[in-house]
């Protein structure tokens, strides 16, 4: 019987780990010389070079020294671009949503300020490779549930140990606003009177909760804190102090204005999560300062009497009413689609090279991480991509290379690995 249980317990780790190597550190220089490179932050450059060594960038431009040693790699008709950054996801967390046992996002309660994600982040899930494969190399990963999730880290699609994985480990604290919109359904039994109270009833509460860990804030900073810390209020501290932004989940236009009167009664550096309304309160968004991730750019209007591509022409609207934002997906595997999602936005009116930065500078500005990662300049990290065309026009590019601080990342996934075993069935059957 023990037996069977160990042999249970090896067959479900099995099923849920990528074979895919984390990659080697950087041996020796490597330019990638010929390609061109943008590098977000100071434009595009025509038959450039990137040259890197133990992890840095060290030259970018036309007419660089490449040392003797450096290894080099021929990207002539290539495009060069820093890592792909997802602002707002779940990988990691998840394997399988349709098993229990493979979901760690949320925790029980409505206030957990204290969990991290990195502390349940699996270096080892399945999911990763087949993001990684699109050029997706940095992810916030975000826990969800309650009002207060926890705290989202900033992560590298690569590596051993959530240590050497984790940028960011203590990103952003997570808040779930409470939503304000009312329904009607057969199913819903609450009148909307009584569903705009039980709203008014969790608002008050999260008050209440901020308000408790302010005090306790501000007395800790005094040296007046009872000895008996309490744990929830000690993760909250740095939220306080202005050195954690607070991520706040919202995307009716109502909910989105009580967020905003939430954060600036507390002082906080609020970054708007969702935001599907945004276009009803730009003023309001653009006052507060708040910058914007964009929850998804392939979604349905939120009304019948909407225009159908509002959600597409949001990221335009945002772009040219100055305010801040970053495009994101939802979940964990769909994050593969970033760069689709920007392509679309570009199509409905999205500036290219605002969509580019909508998915590498602006996230890493965001999560305060803009001097390691998020353009190519010298003395940030080697984080970067090799595509065969436009990382935009997904249906006629692919990635070719993927590097991680220097490091070669494998773009093998089980999908390749499927794809390739069902071809050579084709091949074995044509012989």
Same mark, same amino acid.
């Given at each position: 019987?023990?037996?069977?249980?160990?042999?249970?317990?090896?067959?479900?780790?099995?099923?849920?780990?990528?074979?895919?190597?984390?990659?080697?550190?950087?041996?020796?220089?490597? !330019?990638?010389?010929?390609?061109?490179?943008?590098?977000?932050?100071?434009?595009?450059?025509?038959?450039?070079?990137?040259?890197?060594?133990?992890?840095?960038?060290?030259?970018?431009?036309?007419?660089?020294?490449?040392?003797?040693?450096?290894?080099?790699?021929?990207?002539?008709?290539?495009?060069?671009?820093?890592?792909?950054?997802?602002?707002?996801?779940?990988?990691?967390?998840?394997?399988?949503?349709?098993?229990?046992?493979?979901?760690?996002?949320?925790?029980?309660?409505?206030?957990?300020?204290?969990?991290?994600?990195?502390?349940?982040?699996?270096?080892?899930?399945?999911?990763?490779?087949?993001?990684?494969?699109?050029?997706?190399?940095?992810?916030?990963?975000?826990?969800?549930?309650?009002?207060?999730?926890?705290?989202?880290?900033?992560?590298?699609?690569?590596?051993?140990?959530?240590?050497?994985?984790?940028?960011?480990?203590?990103?952003?604290?997570?808040?779930?606003?409470?939503?304000?919109?009312?329904?009607?359904?057969?199913?819903?039994?609450?009148?909307?009177?009584?569903?705009?109270?039980?709203?008014?009833?969790?608002?008050?509460?999260?008050?209440?909760?901020?308000?408790?860990?302010?005090?306790?804030?501000? !007395?800790?900073?005094?040296?007046?804190?009872?000895?008996?810390?309490?744990?929830?209020?000690?993760?909250?501290?740095?939220?306080?102090?202005?050195?954690?932004?607070?991520?706040?989940?919202?995307?009716?236009?109502?909910?989105?204005?009580?967020?905003?009167?939430?954060?600036?009664?507390?002082?906080?550096?609020?970054?708007?999560?969702?935001?599907?309304?945004?276009?009803?309160?730009?003023?309001?968004?653009?006052?507060?300062?708040?910058?914007?991730?964009?929850?998804?750019?392939?979604?349905?209007?939120?009304?019948?009497?909407?225009?159908?591509?509002?959600?597409?022409?949001?990221?335009?609207?945002?772009?040219?009413?100055?305010?801040?934002?970053?495009?994101?997906?939802?979940?964990?595997?769909?994050?593969?689609?970033?760069?689709?999602? !920007?392509?679309?936005?570009?199509?409905?009116?999205?500036?290219?090279?605002? !969509?580019?930065?909508?998915?590498?500078?602006?996230?890493?500005?965001?999560?305060?991480?803009?001097?390691?990662?998020?353009?190519?300049?010298?003395?940030?990290?080697?984080?970067?991509?090799?595509?065969?065309?436009?990382?935009?026009?997904?249906?006629?590019?692919?990635?070719?290379?993927?590097?991680?601080?220097?490091?070669?990342?494998?773009?093998?996934?089980?999908?390749?690995?499927?794809?390739?075993?069902?071809?050579?069935?084709?091949?074995?059957?044509?012989?």
């Amino acid at each position: 019987m023990i037996l069977l249980v160990a042999l249970f317990v090896f067959v479900s780790i099995e099923a849920v780990a990528h074979t895919e190597t984390p990659g080697q550190p950087q041996q020796q220089p490597i !330019a990638l010389v010929g390609g061109r490179i943008y590098t977000i932050s100071h434009g595009i450059i025509e038959e450039g070079t990137v040259v890197f060594d133990r992890g840095k960038i060290i030259a970018v431009g036309t007419n660089v020294p490449i040392p003797a040693n450096a290894y080099r790699i021929d990207c002539r008709g290539k495009h060069i671009y820093p890592a792909l950054f997802t602002s707002h996801s779940t990988i990691g967390l998840i394997e399988i949503e349709a098993v229990r046992a493979t979901r760690d996002a949320a925790e029980v309660g409505q206030f957990n300020p204290n969990v991290r994600a990195d502390v349940a982040y699996n270096p080892d899930s399945e999911v990763i490779p087949t993001v990684r494969s699109n050029g997706i190399l940095l992810a916030t990963v975000a826990p969800e549930g309650g009002f207060v999730s926890g705290i989202a880290s900033v992560m590298q699609l690569d590596g051993w140990t959530r240590e050497d994985i984790a940028l960011r480990p203590q990103a952003a604290l997570v808040v779930n606003f409470p939503a304000l919109a009312t329904y009607r359904a057969p199913w819903i039994r609450r009148s909307a009177p009584e569903q705009r109270r039980d709203a008014e009833r969790q608002i008050d509460a999260l008050y209440d909760f901020f308000r408790r860990a302010q005090m306790y804030a501000r !007395a800790a900073a005094a040296g007046l804190a009872d000895s008996k810390k309490d744990l929830r209020f000690e993760a909250l501290r740095p939220v306080f102090d202005g050195t954690m932004p607070v991520m706040i989940r919202c995307w009716e236009y109502k909910q989105i204005l009580r967020a905003i009167e939430f954060a600036q009664h507390f002082q906080l550096r609020a970054i708007l999560v969702g935001c599907s309304d945004a276009w009803r309160c730009l003023d309001q968004i653009k006052q507060s300062g708040f910058p914007v991730i964009i929850g998804r750019v392939h979604s349905l209007p939120m009304r019948d009497e909407e225009d159908y591509d509002i959600a597409y022409r949001l990221p335009a609207i945002l772009d040219s009413a100055g305010i801040p934002f970053a495009i994101s997906d939802a979940g964990f595997w769909q994050q593969r689609n970033l760069p689709f999602q !920007a392509g679309t936005a570009v199509a409905f009116g999205l500036r290219h090279d605002a !969509a580019l930065r909508a998915i590498t500078l602006s996230p890493a500005e965001i999560f305060g991480v803009a001097d390691r990662v998020g353009s190519i300049e010298v003395g940030k990290d080697a984080t970067l991509i090799v595509s065969s065309g436009d990382i935009l026009d997904t249906p006629t590019s692919r990635v070719e290379m993927a590097f991680v601080q220097g490091r070669r990342v494998s773009l093998e996934s089980k999908h390749t690995r499927l794809a390739e075993k069902y071809r050579t069935r084709y091949r074995q059957m044509a012989r």
